[in-house]
Nanobody, 120 residues
Framework: QVQLVESGGGLVQPGGSLRLSCAAS????????MLWYRQAPGKERELVAT??????TNYADAVKGRFTISRDTKNTVYLQMNSLKPEDTAVYYC???????????????WGQGTQVTVSS
């Protein structure tokens, strides 16, 4: 099926930058939307950014103007995070909507998550 490999998390000071990557692979027909979510301790998981197959993007209000989502032709999605704030601290999860075959319904698959900590 599909595999997702995330990387790029870590510890950064406020105002710093990080770039997350998520590489999707597998014997699938297509990958449609690619998404980044995050979950902070004691809070619900929230949608951070979405990018469609055609490159359309959408962002949560909390990250607009600071985060940029992109994807390449090899089904890797990136999240460039600038001007990071302590409240951005969370586990960040990559997710994809994919089809196994042309006639298959869209399914969701999640990565294992990567920790981002913003602290001085």
């Amino acid at each position: 099926q599909v595999q997702l490999v995330e990387s790029g998390g870590g510890l950064v000071q406020p105002g710093g930058s990080l770039r997350l990557s998520c590489a999707a692979s597998g014997s699938i027909f297509s990958i449609n939307d690619m998404l980044w979510y995050r979950q902070a301790p004691g809070k619900e998981r929230e949608l951070v950014a979405t990018i469609t197959r055609s490159g359309g993007t959408n962002y949560a209000d909390a990250v607009k103007g600071r985060f940029t989502i992109s994807r390449d032709t090899k089904n890797t999605v990136y999240l460039q995070m600038n001007s990071l704030k302590p409240e951005d601290t969370a586990v960040y999860y990559c997710s994809v909507k994919y089809k196994l075959r042309l006639s298959s319904p869209l399914r969701d698959y999640w990565g294992q998550g990567t920790q981002v900590t913003v602290s001085s």
